[in-house]
């Protein structure tokens, strides 16, 4: 019955969004940004990863509102466009998604991040994006850092993309489960049955854990996942609303060397703030980190005026909720603007 319900009011949420975004137009100056859509197939692993390159749109582009889902506000992007032609090379910085979301999720930071200069590479990640969630995708976390190795392998791979990219230039920007992956790349190394039993054990246990120990791990193999999967490619990290935490080796984390903040939701409703965010701040050396007066959504699309409220409601997508007194949209230009000063002053282009 109930997902009969979603499915009849995702349907009418399809009808009204295709009432409400105008059709496609064509945009004026330089400042249009286009994607690109790849699906990477990675034979070893098994994995399909769709992943979204944003960059600077040829002058022709034609530009489109664009929402992923619903309930989600549009944006403006020229879909499947071609660069803007003599453009030279840009700093890059790769966006991973936290758990249902999808290489869209941050598409509000990509588009600031285009207009202030960078080249965008935002990634999905089986088993934990929206239309395909698992408990293997769940659990096995580390696959989401092979998963942003592996497409920055093909993008790279590819010569028409490849040179819009400074290779000497990449950060990383991650929320929830993103900012797991980041801190996964930066040389965390984790264990999976230290977090199981942290969440185990916490008399007060938050959404994911509560969650979590629903699931049944039995038959999910997780002898590779203590290893590093640092990506030495990747010289900056700046996660948001972050975690899992508890499961990451103390000592992995005091010998992460490269600049790293964290924005903290202080209002976190699915990871605990103090325990994940605030504790891996306090453990890598030199990493900043940021308290924002914000829960854990505000890092993802904004919702469209009347179907977010009534998705939330009767199909309980709490994506759209934001603690009283909480503007997402002046929340996403402070963190488009401080995640640009970052990248700005740590990805800087050697004198």
Known sequence: MVEKLRARVASLAALFLGIMLPAATAAGGDDRVGTATFVFQDQGRGRQITTELWFRAAADAQVEWYSPRPPLRAILIARNA???????????????????????????????????????????????????????????????????????????????????????????????????????????????????AFCADARRKDFYCEGTLKDDVTNVPSSDAGGSFRDDRLKAFYIMGSGPGQGFIPGSLTSIGVPFVVDTAQFDEILDPVENSTDLARQIPGAREVVRPVGHFAYVPECRWLLGPILTKFAGLPLCDDPKGVDRTLVHKQVASDVAAFFDKTLAKPR
């Open 82 to 196: 071609d660069p803007l032609p003599s453009q030279g090379k840009h700093p890059l910085i790769i966006i991973s998604h936290g758990n249902w979301g999808g290489s869209f999720s941050q598409g509000w930071l990509a588009l600031a991040l285009v207009k202030a200069g960078y080249v965008v590479l935002s990634t999905s990640h089986p088993g934990t994006v929206g239309d395909d969630q698992s408990v293997a995708g769940r659990y096995r976390l580390w696959d989401r850092s092979r998963d942003v190795s592996f497409a920055l392998d093909e993008i790279l791979k590819r010569p028409k993309w490849a040179a819009l990219i400074d290779q000497d230039r990449i950060g990383f920007v991650g929320h929830s489960f993103g900012g797991w992956t980041g801190v996964s790349l930066a040389g965390g190394h984790y264990d999976p049955a230290r977090q199981r």
